[in-house]
């Protein structure tokens, strides 16, 4: 069964891949797939608008997911020539969380929006695991403790946690500092330390150390517009990506290239 938060399956990415322009960027899902249950499994990749961070994080939630088998959106795609490919496809609880759209709903009220994450994805856990009590008062981070630690070990598989617009509070409610605290303070008990995280990764427009919240976060490693390592080629188009465009599409590439805003990662 597909959830809305979790295991919500391939229907968004199959959509994107269905689109006129679509460019495969699988190759990311190799780089994540070596960190997955490592030290280094919390990812944190800030861009502008428009770069394609919701298309990665629907791309992820359809490779990730249980209970579905998106293979054949994948098998034709660069991370199947990758030996971790099929090690890793449709073999984890995902847990997708786009917190703009949580935030809205709740009014801009932060301790609201974390009431609602904690009740709709205890609400998909509870039918996803009948045969483990949870109760609505306990806390999602014990409730998927108690999730984890009650699997079989033999079968013992982490969740992996793919958060959209992670910073929508820190740029929608500049002034809110007492609910700032309070979300970052829910984000490091959910994630940090805990056996139950087997990937993380976090999409957002502001950088961690622009929100001034790095030592809350400090388990992530951060991936932004200036400091990008070796994710640059991921996340939005290349410039021989673009140059391949325009030629498809008869389209002039140096009057493209004026119009653009400049971005650049050299």
Known sequence: MMGS????GFEKFKISQSSKIYIDKTELISVLNDNVETEQRFFCISRPRRFGKSVTANMLCAYYSKNTDSSFLFDNLKISQYGSYK???NQYNTIFINMHQFFSNAGLNVEKMLSDIESEIKNELKQAFPHIEISDERKLNLVLSDIYNKESPLNKKGFIFIIDEWDCI?????SD???IKIYLDYLRTLLKDQSYVALAYMTGILPIKKCGTHS????FDEYSMTDPGEYASYIGFTENEVLILCEEYKVDFGLMKKWYDGYSFE
């Open 5 to 8: 938060y979790l295991n919500t």
């Open 87 to 89: 090690t890793h496809l």
């Open 177 to 179: 500092a007492e609910g």
């Open 216 to 219: 809350s976060l400090n388990m």
């Open 170 to 174: 820190m740029r929608e409610k500049q």
